[in-house]
């Protein structure tokens, strides 16, 4: 079996050798008197509070998907977009295009922004915050772009309630009778 190594070498017998253990033996001393590191207990997880919600469960409570929801409430002014560096090693760092809270919109009680212990950080709305932005998103709504699609469709079923043959509704739409007779026969499946 081998014996350890010893921890500190024997002192030398040389004066030189004399003094860098002397030197070495002070620097142990010093060790010991510089108290340990103090270690910060782990920050604590902002809690949600009772009726705060996620952009995404925001834009699924009113109909929108995330992409949409992010992009309509960047154009009313409740988010920013906020650019993230990701240094990855010997690697061309990688830039992250992320929408944000705005500032404002945190200060005046909109929204607020969680960083959990474990995951990214993330976005939630107030109470507060949701009304103010249902109310933005609601009023762009209104601003709807007419669908033809729809409206020859509707106007086809209009007629046809009316007692109108497809001949005539081909004649008044200014539509094949071709496209009259598929749009009657998918209104009646």
Known sequence: MVEPAPRYPAIPSSAVGRKVAD???TLRELRKAVPPKQIRPPRKARQ??????SLTEFGAHIGLGPRILRKRLLAVGLLQTEIEIRNR????PEYQ???RLTAAAVKGGLGRRLEPRIGPAYDVLTRKGQEWAA?????RGEERK????RDVREGVRQLLREGKTQAEISRIMGLSKQRIHYLAKSMVA
Do not use: F, M, S
């Open 135 to 139: 109310d933005r998103l609601r009023c």
């Open 146 to 149: 007419p669908n033809p699609r």
């Open 97 to 99: 295009h992320t929408a």
């Open 23 to 25: 030197v070495l033996a």
């Open 48 to 53: 949600r509070r009772v009726g705060e919600l």
């Open 89 to 92: 090693g010997g690697v061309a």
